[in-house]
């Protein structure tokens, strides 16, 4: 099971929105609503963002959100703050019934 | 407090065999999948295997680069989750993270390294 496929990095102002893409195909991202994010800091254990495409687990700020389309989901970071700073990385479920990650993006806060 | 400890990690040799521990608290771990998830240095994040839980089976999953060397098994009395780690390999060093399998609550990791 090949690595779901993310930009290398992703950067933007304070305030500003970004997107964050991850991309598979029919037998993982875009065959099932089972896609997750995961942001991690240096040095810390990654924190789940997103669940299901697009639900945010209880005390994830609402400027996180998630979407599908095809076999590509996306990550969208909205009023960009210092502490988004970060590598996130996306998962999914597969038809070999196991999980597979994204390469992950490394977000700079400029 | 919903908690995973792992321990366990620690230096081997090309060939060895180590066994993770991961013991859980604060929630229902009898009806939980959990995940062994690991990350080589300076590398992303890998799934290694996978265990339901046994009222859904029992059945493991794994990845394959590890497929036919780890073992994943569940101790519900105690709690507690555990991966056998055979064959190793200097790839296979990294810090190595139990899971949920929905991914919501994560241990602290544990390190893993492969050397002679």
């Known amino acids: 099971q090949s690595a779901l496929t993310q930009p290398a990095s992703v950067s933007g102002s304070p305030g500003q929105s970004i997107t964050i893409s991850c991309t598979g195909t029919?037998?993982?991202?875009?065959?099932?609503?089972?896609v997750s994010w995961y942001q991690q800091h240096p040095g810390k254990a990654p924190k789940l963002m997103i669940y299901n495409v697009s639900y945010r687990p209880s005390g994830v700020s609402n400027r996180f959100s998630g979407s599908k389309s095809g076999n590509t989901a996306s990550l969208t970071i909205s009023g960009l703050q210092a502490e988004d700073e970060a590598d996130y990385y996306c998962?999914?479920?597969?038809?070999?019934?196991?999980?597979?990650f994204g390469t992950g993006t490394k977000v700079t806060v400029l | 407090e919903v908690q995973l400890v792992e321990s366990g990690g620690g230096l081997v040799k090309p060939g060895g065999s180590l066994r993770l521990s991961c013991a859980a608290s604060g929630f229902t771990f009898t009806n939980a999948w959990m995940t062994w998830v690991r990350q080589a240095p300076g590398k992303g994040l890998e799934c290694v295997g996978r265990i339901m839980s046994k009222t859904d089976g029992g059945t493991t999953d794994f990845a394959a680069p590890v497929k036919d060397r780890f073992t994943i098994s569940r101790d519900d009395s105690k709690d507690t989750l555990y991966l056998q780690m055979n064959s190793l390999k200097t790839e296979d060093t990294a810090v190595y993270y139990c899971t949920t399998d929905m991914g919501d609550v994560w241990g602290q990791g544990t390190t893993v390294i492969v050397s002679s």
């Open positions: 029919s037998s993982d991202v875009g065959g099932y609503n089972h």
């Open positions: 998962n999914s479920y597969t038809s070999s019934s196991t999980r597979v």
